[in-house]
Nanobody, 127 residues
Framework: QVQLVESGGGLVQAGGSLRLSCAAS????????MGWFRQAPGKEREFVAV????????LYEDSVMGRFTISKDNAKNTVYLQMSSLKPEDTAVYYC????????????????????WGQGTQVTVSS
């Protein structure tokens, strides 16, 4: 049984930083890409970042590029999202997601490409 458990969310002022963690179990972690998505109230879930199974390839949504960094520690079965220069529009519930296939598909921005999801962690950025 695959389990993804996010942590690290909270309340931060604009311009601040947070690091989200997602601990995975029940999956061959070094064999699968991992992603982060977010969902703000009244909006659809949107792609934030994805990292390849070996960690050598990362892709970001345009609005977070240069501010967020995704990383993967295969020894700890954990994926991270380091968020800096946070803005009020980054406020959302952040979810980590896992594929059950080894490749990062061309449609990596689609939530349907990910097979397992965490419960989410709230990030609130005050102005």
């Amino acid at each position: 049984q695959v389990q993804l458990v996010e942590s690290g969310g909270g309340l931060v002022q604009a311009g601040g930083s947070l690091r989200l963690s997602c601990a995975a179990s029940g999956v061959i972690f070094h064999m699968v890409p991992m992603g982060w998505f977010r969902q703000a109230p009244g909006k659809e879930r949107e792609f934030v970042a994805v990292i390849s199974r070996g960690g050598d390839r990362t892709l970001y949504e345009d609005s977070v590029m240069g501010r967020f960094t995704i990383s993967k520690d295969n020894a700890k079965n954990t994926v991270y999202l380091q968020m800096s220069s946070l803005k009020p529009e980054d406020t959302a519930v952040y979810y980590c997601a896992c594929r059950s296939a080894p490749e990062v598909p061309p449609t990596f921005m689609h939530a349907s490409m990910y097979h397992y999801w965490g419960q989410g962690t709230q990030v609130t950025v005050s102005s």
